[in-house]
């Protein structure tokens, strides 16, 4: 009985061992998959917070330790995370993790653009700025000038330089433009809209003032002349055309909240430039034309002027067909002079720029000069007076013979 009592007592106590081993297997694969679970919670928290390429790339080094630390209880894992698995739970971090590199790589790209552009921004204020300054102190100058007419002239003509720098410096500003913004696509110009309220000035901000100033320039400035003005026609149909081409990429990338507003906006400011400047341009060709003798119908439109133009030509023509006298060639050659040597030569390409004048209607004009020219050449009367003289000296001859007989 005694023996059949301790093999009682063996067979129990074999089986709570098996029992207690069983129960410690299960709290032991429950425990690796509670870990592997916290930890992979734990980078993939620490991946949606990363905001350098260097925390990223410490991440990677940390599931590829996980990845080796939990390969050998795989089956255990697969288990848990079922219908996942263990490899496919690793590749899915690590997809996450690349794209939150790639993220990253666009926005630390887009900071630099952001900066470079925010720098390009201050130097290109700066500089307009300081030439703002230089031209209100040059007309400023030459106000308080007025008794000293070499003193005056002197100011004129570096108050003109002033502006032709200008123009020149906001060319090549545009110019930039044109190049960096024309084929921009529409990623780019998403991601760079994402970023402007870091920008202190925009390009659009920069256009804003350059009109405004140009406006200024021309409603305020004294002492120019015609081909300042026709300079300043020109400066705005090169700035018009710029505009045309790339304004509405630059509404949608620098004001995507209101694009059609600010084109609206930045187009009425174009038209009230154009017109500051056409209120002086016309009086002031008209005042050219008359100052070389040359009295043009009244314009104060390009379609006027061009008008004005061929209806002086035509009627010129007319008359020189009629009367061709020396009166009438020298009315000729005084216009051929001042269309050719200031009008064509001095102001043409401007005129062309400003949109004044196309070149087919400058060749128009050349073409009538040449007719007109013919017409006005005054037909000799060398022959006439010659056959005269002939026909006396004849006359003269014969009556000698009568005499003598």
Do not use: C
Not at 27 to 53: H, K, P
């Amino acid at each position: 009985m005694r023996n059949l009592y301790k093999t009682y007592i063996s067979i129990l106590t074999l089986f709570l061992l098996f029992a207690a081993s069983s129960v410690y297997a299960q709290q032991s694969d429950y425990q690796i998959q509670q870990d592997f679970r916290a930890e992979l919670t734990e980078l993939l928290s620490r991946v949606e917070l990363a905001v350098t390429a260097e925390e990223l790339d410490a991440i990677n080094s940390e599931i590829d330790a996980l990845q080796q630390q939990y390969s050998e209880h795989s089956g255990i894992i697969d288990a848990a995370l079922y219908p996942e698995t263990f490899e496919s739970t690793i590749t899915n971090i690590r997809e996450i993790r690349l794209s939150a590199f790639n993220n990253l790589a666009v926005i630390e790209q887009l900071n630099e653009q952001i900066e470079g552009l925010s720098a390009e921004m201050d130097l290109f204020r700066n500089r307009l700025a300081q030439m703002t300054q230089e031209t209100t102190s040059l007309q400023q100058q030459i106000e308080r000038a007025e008794a000293n007419e070499r003193r005056q002239a002197s100011l004129i003509r570096q108050y003109r330089q002033n502006i032709e720098q200008r123009d020149n410096f906001v060319s090549e500003f545009l110019q930039e433009l044109l190049s960096k913004y024309q084929r921009m696509d529409s990623a780019t110009q998403q991601e760079i809209a994402e970023g402007i309220d870091r920008l202190d000035q925009n390009p659009l901000d920069m256009i804003r003032t350059i009109i405004t100033e140009y406006i200024q320039i021309a409603d305020q400035s004294t002492g120019l002349q015609t081909p300042d003005y026709v300079a300043m026609r020109a400066q705005h149909g090169y700035f018009e055309s710029v505009w045309s081409q790339i304004g509405e990429r630059l509404t949608t990338t620098f004001a995507p909240d209101s694009p059609v507003q600010v084109r609206q906006e930045i187009s009425d400011m174009l038209a009230a430039w154009l017109a500051s400047v056409d209120n002086k341009l016309w009086g002031s060709l008209t005042t050219a034309f008359n100052q070389n003798g040359i009295n043009l119908q009244p314009f104060a439109t390009p379609d006027d002027f061009n008008t004005a133009l061929n209806t002086f030509v035509d009627r010129a023509y007319e008359i020189s067909l009629e009367s061709n006298n020396e009166a009438d060639y020298e009315v000729f050659r005084n216009f051929r002079d001042f269309w050719n040597n200031t009008v064509k030569a001095s102001w043409g390409e401007a005129l062309i720029t400003g949109n004044i004048l196309s070149p087919a209607q400058i060749a128009t004009i050349d073409i009538k000069l040449n007719d007109w020219g013919e017409a006005a050449q005054p037909t000799s009367n060398l022959m006439f007076i010659l056959f005269l003289i002939s026909m006396a000296v004849i006359v003269l001859l014969v009556v000698l013979l009568i005499v003598r007989k």
